[in-house]
């Protein structure tokens, strides 16, 4: 007996410490900010050939099949507002630059300010952007968010870089180069765009993130590296509904996800955006939780993340997605 006293006391002081280790675990998932979130689409991309959306959704002349008989497609570009307690957070900005719009044929486009203000928030309110990534239609309206602080990963600050500077000429093409930029690397790094990312580091408004981060309690940045380009990074947010995870342009297709398929392959590594999908089915327990920077259904109940939707300023579209104890609906 007296032999087995100390392994006892030793299998007591365990238990007691992993008790302890168990409440404090709960005490800190209970200081987590639960969040509300809502969706605002910036513009829409008009008649996009599904293919070059989607290349497993290529259209096929009198197919009956459901992958390949929708020729084109619209494509909204949405934004996240993300609300936690006093902090208003942005996932992606959208785009503002009237050329770019126009020269890629989108249209019910309205400025983020405005439909901030018709959600009944500021724009000067917002404390923080998270960008997916760098490209024109997401991280273009910038400077129109005075007080954020903008959060870029360094290896998407190094990619815009070197693909900007790259000396031959059909590598380095941007959108507007004469025959545009099919899939090079400076494909979506448009010159205003690179000073709206820019301007934020030069005014000490911006975190260069390296890897994962977490920005307040349980809201927390996931790299996904080539899952659409080199700095690609995902957001998780603790909300009431489950975690949910924005994810740009890594995930741009809600229907990709669900179905495994690759969607919006740009400077795209797909292996590593099957494992950004994949993220999000572990943090959030599948795909319903997962949101899609250009998904077609947005706004519809074939999303149903998004299909508590209403039509806002000038023909766009906006989505409660989910409400934090205590919030108000902002839906009209």
């Known amino acids: ?6 392994r006892i006391r030793s299998f007591a002081l365990t238990a007691g410490m992993a008790a302890m280790t168990s409440l ?7 200081q987590q ?13 008009m008649n996009v050939p599904f293919g070059s959306f989607m290349p497993d959704r290529t259209f096929v002349p009198g197919s009956t099949k459901p992958e390949s008989n929708i020729a084109s497609v619209d494509l909204p570009v949405n934004v996240g507002v993300i609300k936690c307690g006093s902090e208003l957070i942005l996932y992606d900005t959208g785009w503002k630059q009237q050329d770019y719009l126009k020269m890629t044929g989108s249209d019910h486009w309205a400025p983020l300010p405005d439909q901030l203000k018709a959600l009944g928030f500021n724009a000067a309110d917002v404390t923080k952007v998270v960008i997916g990534h760098a490209h024109w239609d997401h991280a273009g309206q910038l400077s129109d968010l005075p007080n954020a602080v903008l959060y870029v ?42 000073e709206e990312v820019y301007g934020k580091v030069l005014k000490g408004k911006a975190v260069i993130v390296d890897g994962e981060m977490e920005i307040l309690p349980g809201v927390r940045i996931h790299p996904a590296f080539r899952a659409h380009t080199a700095g690609s990074q995902l957001l998780e947010v603790p909300t009431s509904i489950g975690k949910l995870v924005f994810g740009s ?15 919006n392959v740009q400077q795209t590594d797909t292996v590593q955006q099957f494992l950004a999908y994949e993220k999000c089915y ?34 766009g579209r906006m989505a409660e997605l989910t409400l934090a104890p205590g919030e108000k609906s902002r839906k009209p």
Not at 24 to 30: E, N, S, T, V
Not at 249 to 254: I, L, M, T, V
Not at 295 to 310: A, G, M, V
């Open 1 to 6: 007996m007296r032999r087995c006293a100390p």
């Open 282 to 315: 572990k943090i959030t327990g599948g795909y319903n939780n997962c949101v899609a920077a250009h998904e077609p259904l947005s706004y519809t109940d074939k999303y149903p993340l998004t299909k508590n939707s209403w039509v806002a300023l000038n023909g």
């Open 24 to 30: 404090f675990g709960l005490a800190a998932q209970a």
């Open 153 to 194: 990963q360094r290896e998407e600050l190094k990619a815009i870089e070197w693909a900007l500077n790259y000396p031959e000429p059909h590598i380095r093409a941007v959108n507007s180069d004469p025959g545009g930029c099919n899939r090079t690397p400076a494909c979506g790094y448009m010159p205003l765009t690179v």
């Open 249 to 263: 342009d890594a995930f741009s297709s809600y229907e990709g996800i669900r179905d495994w398929m690759t969607a």
């Open 33 to 45: 900010p639960v969040c509300s979130a809502w969706l605002i689409e910036s513009s829409r991309f």
